[in-house]
Nanobody, 123 residues
């Protein structure tokens, strides 16, 4: 079974950057898709970015386009989310999700989840 481990969260000022990492052992990155989700207090879970099959297919939420990038390093079984120009509204718990059969922001399509890593952006 896949085990998902996240890292890289923290507290930064607006305009700063963070890079989140997700290692998914037992997962075949060349098949199916992985994604980042986030959830702030009082709000529903939101799909942030996703990537499939060697990085050939990606999606980004409109709110992060031009600021965030997603990548896969297959040799290390690791997915990265580079977060630049961070805004206070990016503050949330960020979750790594693995093994969706399609590229989607529907969390129900993903079979494995990390524990979450907190991102806090101050004004």
């Amino acid at each position: 079974q896949v085990q998902v481990v996240e890292s890289g969260g923290g507290s930064v000022q607006a305009g700063g950057s963070l890079r989140l990492s997700c290692e998914a052992s037992g997962y075949y990155y060349n098949r199916n898709c992985m994604a980042w989700f986030r959830q702030a207090p009082g709000k529903e879970r939101e799909g942030v970015a996703g990537v499939c099959s060697g990085g050939g297919s990606t999606y980004f939420a409109d709110s992060v386009k031009g600021r965030f990038t997603i990548s896969l390093e297959n040799a290390k079984n690791t997915m990265y989310l580079q977060m630049n120009s961070l805004k206070p509204e990016d503050t949330a718990m960020y979750y790594c999700a693995a093994e969706s059969p399609i590229l989607t922001s529907d969390p129900l399509q993903y079979n494995y989840w990390g524990q979450g890593t907190q991102v806090t952006v101050s004004s």
